[in-house]
Nanobody, 124 residues
Framework: QVQLVESGGGLVQAGGSLRLSCAASGRTISTYAMAWFRQAPGKDREFVAAITYNGGGTYYADSVKGRFTISRDNAKNTVYLQMHSLKPEDTAVYYC?????????????????RGQGTLVTVTS
């Protein structure tokens, strides 16, 4: 079973950048689709970005398209989320997740694992 641990969150001013990491252990993530989700205070969890098992395809929520980039290094068993031009509305706990199917993973369905999250706070 794969375990996921996110890191890299913190406090940043609007317009700034952060890079989140999701380190996996227990088994390789090379066969999993991976995704990032976020949950802001008082709001439902929402999809942010996803990447296919081999990195050949990436998918983004409209709200982050052009500002965020998801990537993966299967040799390091790690997934990243590079975030630029951050806005106060990006403030949330960010979670990474692993799934066997990119479509289901984007819909947060049939996930194999999910991390505990890392907090990103963007100040205006």
């Amino acid at each position: 079973q794969v375990q996921l641990v996110e890191s890299g969150g913190g406090l940043v001013q609007a317009g700034g950048s952060l890079r989140l990491s999701c380190a996996a252990s227990g088994r390789t993530i090379s066969t999993y689709a991976m995704a990032w989700f976020r949950q802001a205070p008082g709001k439902d969890r929402e999809f942010v970005a996803a990447i296919t098992y081999n990195g050949g395809g990436t998918y983004y929520a409209d709200s982050v398209k052009g500002r965020f980039t998801i990537s993966r290094d299967n040799a390091k068993n790690t997934v990243y989320l590079q975030m630029h031009s951050l806005k106060p509305e990006d403030t949330a706990v960010y979670y990474c997740a692993a799934g066997s199917n990119i479509g289901l993973t984007i819909r947060m369905d049939a996930l194999h694992a999910r991390g505990q999250g890392t907090l990103v706070t963007v100040t205006s």
